[in-house]
């Protein structure tokens, strides 16, 4: 149990993410996440408004078991593969994020001053929800993909565009973080 409770090295996961890519390559398959949202739409009914969910979504329910392992895969690991303690993060970070009002920074991966319930009802996390939500699905339908299908399946085809699009993520979690986050929240 122990192995599995602590980081696995890059000379485990590195191959499984290998050996999972070339099965998806060899059936003719691509892994994205944001792939599932259309397929979500075009379930419920979106391709008789918008001719971009009109797509034969049984093709892609594959995908959706995907989406099923995630959610299940985070319940397990949150709930019974997770020991409560502190992440070892910089010193100069956590002095940033105590002067943004973040209290018991290192304590937990979701702080609750983004998460509780009380955090998300309010009028500013809530505009921050909906208007990142909207930035999220916004540039991933603009970059052809989100992070995980261009990192992972375009970056591993050698497709240009995809590394492209990840060089872009990089830069604008770079900007986020250190222009935008203390503007959001100074």
Not at 18 to 46: D, E, Q, W
Not at 113 to 119: F, G, Q
Request: proline share 5%; hydrophobic share 50%; with cysteine.
């Amino acid at each position: 149990m122990d192995y599995i409770l602590q980081p696995w090295p890059w000379y485990v996961t590195g191959p499984l993410i290998a050996l999972v890519m070339f099965t998806l390559i060899y059936f003719g398959k691509t892994f994205g996440m944001s792939s599932n949202l259309r397929t979500f739409c075009a379930i419920g009914g979106a391709g008789k408004k918008v001719s971009f969910f009109n797509i034969n979504w049984r093709d892609y329910k594959w995908n959706l078991i995907v989406v099923l392992g995630a959610v299940i895969g985070g319940f397990i690991a949150q709930f019974y593969l997770s020991e409560p303690a502190n992440i070892d993060l910089n010193p100069k970070t956590i002095e940033s994020l105590n002067a943004l009002g973040f209290n018991n920074v290192g304590k937990s991966l979701l702080p609750p001053e983004l998460y509780s319930l009380d955090s998300i009802f309010s009028i500013k996390n809530l505009a921050i929800l909906i208007i990142g939500g909207f930035l999220v699905g916004f540039g991933t339908r603009y970059a052809g993909g989100c992070t995980s299908g261009h990192a992972i399946t375009g970056i591993s085809s050698l497709q240009l565009p995809s590394l492209i699009a990840v060089i872009g993520f990089f830069i604008g979690g770079l900007v986020m973080i250190h222009l935008l986050f203390p503007l959001i929240f100074g």
